[in-house]
Structure formats: structure tokens, C-alpha cells
């Protein structure tokens, strides 16, 4: 009779210690504070706690990571890292491990998840197409082969992407719930689609051109949806610039009740409004807009610019359209990412080497972290966003 | 002798890549802005993206004033951007023998 009751207290005795030194060894955490930071020429990403400014970790071995650019799975734990060379890796953002990868093409441009969070696709170039992977496993589910470079890859509601083929101005879109699925093919979306974005609600998929002045939109909600085209001959037969970066829609976002998009070859950024998609202003800016992101709220736009005047950021006041606030943070300014209600704004500072934090309110620098050519900085908050 | 030494310094003179009256170029900055510029398009690796492979394999059926002649003023139709606003022909050729050059 003592010794099974000497026996349970010694395995409880055991078990204590054992969950003691656990909880010391690491304090439990979430990852809603958390993000990563592309680290471009050296093929690290940098694990950044967005609350207290710091580095947690940095972790190697993604490849190239020229372009690259991260979704999240649902639960926030894991990051998906697209890199150029067709690496898709799967990052655990509590451990520091990368937990999967594989190499599923030759050079690719970017990928989405599901929005069940079951699938990770990977838009190629070359072979160009969608490969689609089992989220958990990265297991090969499907595969789109276009015969041309595929850009503009989003998740749609309802399980379903949408991407569109730079050579021959297609968008298609394919739901994955159907067993085998027949992807829906939609022409005439223009020439050369350069980028492409959903809105956040998921209803309106827009490609932006690099082949003519204009922009192609879809409506989602139709059971067929046909290209419109919108701000046809925004250039109004002016020469266009030498692009020496194309701009990204990703990240474009509502702002009130109205839209800021970066034109391409030129100096501006267009206004839309956001029913009609008719043009509603433009604002001159300092050079080629290569990001146009509404901060959370849509209060403000903040942009930055094409090689060689992509030192500079500019923040646009989303009511009148006037640059409120022009500002030099160094050289090579690559991306903006948002803290999700938007009272902070990192900055990727390529050749300075350095991640610097702003508040959006006062525009104070406010923090500062070290990164080897930082590029893509992407925050845990858009596991739970369309499009992101 | 001294003629010989004469001689050997007006050879290495003329073959050098400094000409009298010319700065030197910034051959780091150069080098930067094929791997971190031309890399957008292009790749790290220059094993292309929205723009072709640029290793040397993949390049060396050209001639090297062709790609600088490429580089300076573009790819009409493409979304290869003239670079000539942005560098000197001295600068475009050393990018050319870089590329074709450099694995």
C-alpha cells in the first residue's frame, strides 16, 4: 500500500520539475507581436517583436531572397517564405526552426494561403504557373502550368486564388474545393499585367499594367466576371519614364473613400474613388511611387520611390491628396509594413542597414534595428487579412 | 635599359583602365547596383525574373559593347529601362565586362 503511493508521489515530484524547467526555459508567447524581416543579400529573415522593437532571432538558409515575400499561416506560429530561386520554406516563428522546405521551381515571384489556411500556392515564372502545397506538410496538391510568368497571385474567398500571366494578360482563377480542379480563364486583361491585388473584402481582383496606361478589374462576386478597365490613358500621351522598379499593389489599400495607386513611369500617385473607380485627383510626387500603403484607418498614404530617389518617403494626407510630410530616412527604402492599428510604421533601409521605426503620428523616429539589406518586413496581423 | 623601362610604362600606361584626366570608377558601388538594382528584375543570382538570366554562361554570345549599348539605352518594347541618365558609358562597359566576366 506505501509503495505505489511513494511511487505516484515520486513521478508527480518528477513531473514538477520537469514542467518547472520548461517554464523557465521558455516563457510562454504569442505571435501576434511578431513578424519577420527579410534580410535580401544574404538570405536570412530576421524574427522582430514588433512590441519592444528587438531581434529574437535570426535564422539562415532560405536561398535567394531577391523579391521575396512571406504569408502566415492561421494560428500566426508559422511564416511561408517565397524566395526567388523557387524555395518555399516554412518558418516556426517560436522555435527559430525552418521546419519544411522545398524547392518547387526555378524562379518564382510570390505565393498566398488559403483562406481556410489548408494551402500555400507559389506564383512562378519559370516554368510558369501556380504550384499548390499542403500548408502542414508542403506536400504537392496541384498544379497550374501557364506556359508564362505568373504574377498577381492571390487568395480569393472561398478556398479559390486568382493570378495573372504577364505575357498573355489572362487572369485565372481556380477553386480548390472542387476535386480536380478546371481553372475559370478570364482574356483580355491587357498588356503586360505587371501586379495585381485583391481588396480586402475580397470582392474587387485589380492588375495593374505595365504595357499601356491603365488598370484591369474584375468583380468577384460575378459568377463570370469580365475585365473593365480603369483610368484607361492615365499617361494622357506623355512619354513615360524609365521604370527601374516596377510598383507593387500589394499593400494598396482602402483609404476612406477612395484609393491611392502608384502610376507606373511616372511621378504621381492617382486617386480613385472607391465605387466607381472613376479618377478623383492626383498628387505630383517626389519620384515613382514603387509603394502606395494606406496606413490602418486609411487616415494617411505613405509612399516610396523608384531607383536613384529611393531615399526619400512621402506621406500623403488621404483627404486633399497634399504631401503632408516628405522625409529622407537613408538610401535604398524598399518596404513599409504597419503595425496593424497603425500607430507605427517600420521601414526597411536597404544600403544603410537598418530597419527604422516612425510614429505615424508625430513622424518621430521612435526605433531602430541592425538587418543585413533588409527588404520585405511582414507582421503576424495579416494572417487574418484577404489578400495579404 | 632605361628606354626598355621607358617603353614597358608608356605599354602599361595606355593598357591601363585610368586614362589621364578621368576619375576612377566606383567599381564597389557599380558592383552594388548589378546585385541589388539589375537584381530586382533580374535576380541575386541573375538567374533571372521578370528579366532573363544574366550569368555569364547565359551572356557570353554577346559582345560586350552590345550590352553596354543595352544596358545605356534599353530594350525598346521590354521592360528593360535605358540606364543612360543614370551612368556614364566608362560605367556601362565595366557593368558589360562585369557580367560577362563574373560568375
Redesign the interface.
Known sequence: MVRPIASTLLFLTLLFAFWFNQALASEPRSTAGLGVVIE??TGAVLIVDRSTHTVLDQVEGFG????ASVVFSDDGRYAFVFG??GGLTKLDLLTGQIVGRVIQS??A?GGAISDDGTLVAVAN??PGGVRIFDADTLEHVASFDTGA?TIGLVDVPGRRFAFTM?DSGETWLVDMNQPDPEPLIIAGMGE?P?DALITGDGRTYIAGL?GEDGLSLLDLWEAEPTPRRILPGYGRGEEPL?????PHLEGWALAGDRFALPAVGRHEVLWLDSRSFEEVGRTATHGQPVFAVARPGGRQVWVNFA??LNDTIQVLDTATGDVIHSFQPGP?ILHMEFAPRGNEVWVSV??AGKVLIYDTETFALTGEIAAE?PSGIFFTARAHRIGL | MSRTVAALCLILCAAGPLQAGETPLDTAALE?LV???C???H???R????GPDLRAEALSHWAPEDLAQMILD?LPGT?M???R??MTEREAAWIADYLLATE
Not at chain 1, 535567394?64 to 523579391?67: E, G, R, T, Y
Not at chain 2, 538567374?47 to 521578370?50: I, N, V
Open positions: 535580401r543579400a535567394d531572397l531577391s523579391h526567388r530561386d526555378g524562379n515571384i515564372y519559370e510568368k504577364w503586360n505587371y505595365f524609365p521604370v527601374y522598379k516596377m531607383h536613384p535604398a536597404r544600403d539589406s | 552594388r546585385l541589388q538594382d537584381g530586382s528584375c535576380g541575386l543570382t538567374k533571372g525574373g521578370l534599353g521592360a529601362p535605358p540606364w541618365a543614370l
